[in-house]
Each structure stands twice: as structure tokens, then as C-alpha cells.
Nanobody, 118 residues
Framework: QVQLVQSGGGLVQPGGSLRLSCAAS????????IAWFRQAPGKEREGVSC???????SHEDSVEGRFTVSRDNAKNTVYLQMNSLKPEDTAVYYC????????????WGQGTQVTVSS
């Protein structure tokens, strides 16, 4: 059974940092692109960042320069490092595994809440 288990969300003040983790079981993430999505209340889900199986990364414009995505294949885990957080980053964040950053995901994490507030 394939599972993507997320951790690392929470409440942080504006300007702060959080690191989200996405750990896989039942599948090797080596061969997958891992995308991070977020969904804020009342808004549609949007793609945030993605890392390919060859470690190329891409980010949505609003997080470029603030968010970094990386993978540790030995731990079968992908990370989303979020710095200089803003209130508008508040959302439920999801990781997802896909054949590429442009394909619909095959597997999804359970989601984790990130709240940026003073």
C-alpha cells in the first residue's frame, strides 16, 4: 500500500520559517516528481513547488526565492522549506507524487495545515 505521510505544519509568525516533510512508504520516490500544492479557505488548490526525479525544481511566482524543495532518497522523503512566510501563505499543504511535474499525481499526502499569523 502506497502512502505519503506529511509532517511539519503548524502556526508561525510572519517572516518565520517552516519545513514540511513528505515521507513515502510502499513506493520509491526516486522515480517520481514530487509536487507541493496548497489550498486556502475559499480558494482553489494551486501548485506551489515541484521537484523532478532528476532534482530540477520549479516554483510558483509568489513563493519563488522563499520556498525550496529538496529530496533525500535515502530517507524516501521530500521536503518543502518555507522561509519569509506571509499571511497569504496560510493554507493546507499537500504533497503529491507524479510521473512528472506536468502530470496529474498518482498519490497524495494527507495534507497539513500551515497558518501564518501574528
Amino acid at each position: 500500500q502506497v502512502q505519503l505521510v506529511q509532517s511539519g505544519g503548524g502556526l508561525v509568525q510572519p517572516g518565520g520559517s517552516l519545513r514540511l516533510s513528505c515521507a513515502a512508504s510502499g513506493v520509491s520516490l526516486d522515480y517520481y516528481a514530487i509536487a507541493w500544492f496548497r489550498q486556502a479557505p475559499g480558494k482553489e488548490r494551486e501548485g506551489v513547488s515541484c521537484i523532478t526525479s532528476s532534482d530540477d525544481t520549479s516554483h510558483e511566482d509568489s513563493v519563488e526565492g522563499r520556498f525550496t524543495v529538496s529530496r533525500d532518497n535515502a530517507k524516501n522523503t521530500v521536503y518543502l522549506q518555507m522561509n519569509s512566510l506571509k499571511p497569504e501563505d496560510t493554507a493546507v499543504y499537500y504533497c503529491a507524487a507524479a510521473g512528472s511535474c506536468h502530470l496529474s499525481p498518482d498519490y497524495w499526502g494527507q495534507g497539513t495545515q500551515v497558518t501564518v499569523s501574528s
